[in-house]
């Protein structure tokens, strides 16, 4: 597998929001608006790309019986940096997304990559699948937050586009299963058409 295809598989084929349908709990509760899916699809970039290096550097050496305990507690380690960095850089992001920067240590696209991949591949390989598919994650959460901003409240990015109120509806849970659902058959449309060929 060439290395850009490592990068690449995170947006379409290997896609984890609507392809792979995983880390379900965040997508859904912090795509409340553009910036609080970028923030997250970042956050949890940050966390794949060095939770992958470090188990890649110590996987050979980690005997099976403790491997995912290892591997969480490196994992763990990754996410603190994480929150003492957006807590002195960006505090009201991290206010705002609250209890779901700490659960990223349990967010199952992390312990996946590391199990899956960073665990059986080189330090380079592992780090170019973090970025791959944490870009394909904050591409996913973007999306899909700038959707529900823009029907719930008729902005994006906190930029007001129309005069009047959008509809709460989409703002609340139940628009966020309903703008997933119909991003995952228009992403999976797009997919099959253009990976058929």
Do not use: H
């Not at 290997?14 to 392809?19: A, E, G, K, Q, R």
């Not at 780090?127 to 899909?144: E, K, M």
């Amino acid at each position: 597998m060439s290395k850009l295809s490592l990068i690449t598989k995170g947006f379409v084929k290997d896609n984890p929001t609507f392809v792979l349908v995983l880390g379900m709990c965040p997508t859904l509760a912090t795509t409340t608006s553009a910036i609080n899916g970028l923030g997250m699809g970042v956050a949890t970039t940050f966390v794949l790309i060095f939770s992958n290096v470090l188990i890649s550097l110590v996987a050979k050496q980690v005997p099976d019986k403790v491997r995912i305990p290892v591997y969480i507690v490196l994992i763990a380690a990754v996410v603190t940096v994480l929150q003492l960095l957006m807590q002195a850089y960006t505090p009201g992001l991290y206010q705002t997304l609250g209890i779901f920067i700490p659960l990223i240590v349990v967010n199952c696209i992390v312990l996946g990559r590391a199990e899956a991949f960073a665990s059986k591949n080189t330090v380079l390989d592992s780090a170019l699948d973090g970025i791959g598919i944490g870009l394909g994650f904050t591409l996913s959460l973007t999306v899909l937050g700038a959707v529900r901003e823009l029907l719930g409240t008729a902005s994006i990015f906190g930029f007001k586009l129309i005069d009047g109120d959008g509809m709460l509806a989409f703002v609340l849970a139940p628009g966020a299963f309903m703008v997933l659902g119909y991003l995952m058959v228009l992403f999976n449309m797009y997919k099959s058409k253009f990976t058929d060929k």
